[in-house]
DNA sequence: AGGACTTATGCTCGCATCGAGCATTACTGC
DNA sequence: GCAGTAATGCTCGATGCGAGCATAAGTCCT
């Protein structure tokens, strides 16, 4: 009825992020022949005593995982974000989550981050889809309206700016080029948009996370929620690499990371594997107190 | 009844900013013998279409005001942080919005941030209130606790890490230095809390939007939402010293914003105030797609 | 008019950080 | 022994930033 009170639901959704085989893996739920989901669920209002715990009860219940670093990331709560609520109106609080597994869970399975935003991807030079897909249709949308171009212009460069993965997901939506804008407007997705599409907006909040993620590294020690206990400098950088989806100085990395205290060496030696032996390190706490905002400070600058 | 399915309320919250008189400021509702709260209202379910846009329809009905930035910070959900709301859940999703205006619109005023926190004012060196008060009281509370200590150590520095806004508040909130302590077991305040207190859990609020706002000076041009559209490098250097609670070398400042490009000069000047006259700026938006992280870097390293 | 005071603006050191590369060491595999 | 691979040590040069000196151009007071 109508004049029943609009209802609000509240849905704790989850990024949970993983780096292995030197890719960034975001863990999905669902059967593989549909679009991939994030794990969610709803807020219990009375058992929660906190959002973060209530989200940390929804992924246990549903990929059988006890996540350790979680941070909120954004509130999600356009009209029509989810089309099947019904007349319920449903907000999502995102969280983003790091693990060190690689063992997909229960129900569950890791998908491939830059599947999502193969545009992302810049290790290996910038991805052909940028230039070939992405560019000319953006200028083709752009036409001649300067605030279109000026936002094209700033979210893809030059300089690149590794950190604005929203805006970019978001232009993209906006000129048609991502699968979820014939699906939003209801019709049957061409399948020929760039990058892999999921459910509802789960794309827009995995671009969120990404995001925010790549910032964060550069000033909070995050990486190591992704690491083992101990690690060679290569792994570390591996997984930085992977993350920012740029390719670093080797020596400069080892300099910096070194230098501002961030990892200390553990005497051991791993072998094995071609090439010297790389010593273990582990990371160091106490740069926490020491320096301000530890992280990887020059990775966009 | 208990049987009836619990429910959850949506909340939008506004920390409306303003930098004047070389102070920051915060927008606050409510008469003036009670403890001062943040401008608010529920998320009309059907009405708002985002809920950015249910938060610009709050402030206007509340205080009149249109405001022009407005960033989504964080959403407050911690059962128990609304003792009025009954059985009902109150989530409430808290934005940051920065306004020009310095005269407090209707049934507002404008609240000192540094009334609420003269611990983060660190303009004229260290705040008395830390060594006298705050210092000695944290040292008592952690003891020999060696995570206590260290999470003191953390948040205090040195170094200090004007960032840090909410760890500190959450900090004195642990070891009962400010009176939300009391308020939040029920009990009258002392009154003896460090800083002035806030209704419900707006204080934490409020701390969460300090320290996000100066955590965004350093990487985005946002300190010009604050300015009018012309501005001297002198007023563009208070306002950025206001809300980071630091001073900064002035020739620095000029060569920084001017080298970087954040500022073009109009080739008018201002007199009248004593001193040499003044040439007036205004901020250059071209810097968004020249450089990938615009704003005063050098704030906090 | 002159001097004190205030603010704006230009410039120059010195240090730390960072990008880029060279050189050497110590393993594995054939 | 030789090729290949990765680890590690070190050195330039450019740039950014902290700190300070010096000068310019107003106001205000006497």
Redesign the interface.
């Known amino acids: 009825m109508d004049t029943a009170p609009?209802?609000?639901?509240?849905a704790l959704d989850a990024v949970i992020m993983a780096v292995s085989d030197r890719q960034p893996r975001l863990l999905v739920v669902g059967p593989e022949s549909d679009l991939p989901v994030l794990p969610a669920g709803p807020?219990?209002?009375?058992g929660?005593?906190?959002?973060e715990l209530g989200l940390r009860r929804c992924v246990v219940e549903q990929t059988g995982l006890e996540v350790g670093y979680v941070e909120?990331l954004?509130?999600f709560?356009?009209?029509g974000r989810r089309p099947d609520a019904g007349p319920?109106?449903q907000?999502s609080?995102a969280y983003l989550a790091l693990v060190r597994e690689a063992a997909p869970p229960l129900e569950a399975g890791f998908l491939d981050v830059y599947e999502l935003f193969p545009w992302e991807d810049h290790r290996n030079g910038e991805p052909a889809v940028l230039g070939e897909t992405i560019r000319p249709a953006l200028a083709r949308w752009a036409g001649d309206d300067p605030d279109r171009r000026?936002r094209v212009?700033?979210c893809l460069?030059p300089?690149?700016?590794g950190?604005r993965v929203l805006e970019r997901y978001e232009l993209l939506y906006s000129a048609g080029l991502v699968d979820e804008c014939a699906l939003d407007a209801g019709q049957a997705p061409a399948g020929r948009g760039v990058g892999r599409a999921m459910r509802f907006d789960h794309r827009r909040i995995a671009a969120t996370a990404l995001g925010r993620l790549r910032g964060k590294l550069t000033y909070r020690p995050v990486v190591f929620e992704l690491l083992p206990e101990r690690f060679t400098l290569l792994e570390l950088q591996r997984t930085v690499e992977a993350l920012a989806g740029t390719t670093l100085h080797k020596q400069n990395f080892r300099r910096l990371v070194e230098r501002t205290g961030l990892v200390e060496g553990t005497g051991e030696r791993v072998r094995g594997l071609g090439g010297r032996p790389a010593e273990l390190f582990r990371y160091r706490p106490a740069v926490?107190?020491?320096?301000?905002?530890p992280g990887v400070t020059p990775l966009?600058?």
């Open positions: 609009a209802q609000v639901t509240v807020l219990d209002p009375r929660d005593a906190t959002l909120q954004y509130t709560g356009d009209r319920q109106r907000l609080v000026e212009a700033t460069g300089p690149w700016d950190i926490l107190t020491e320096r301000p905002r966009y600058r």
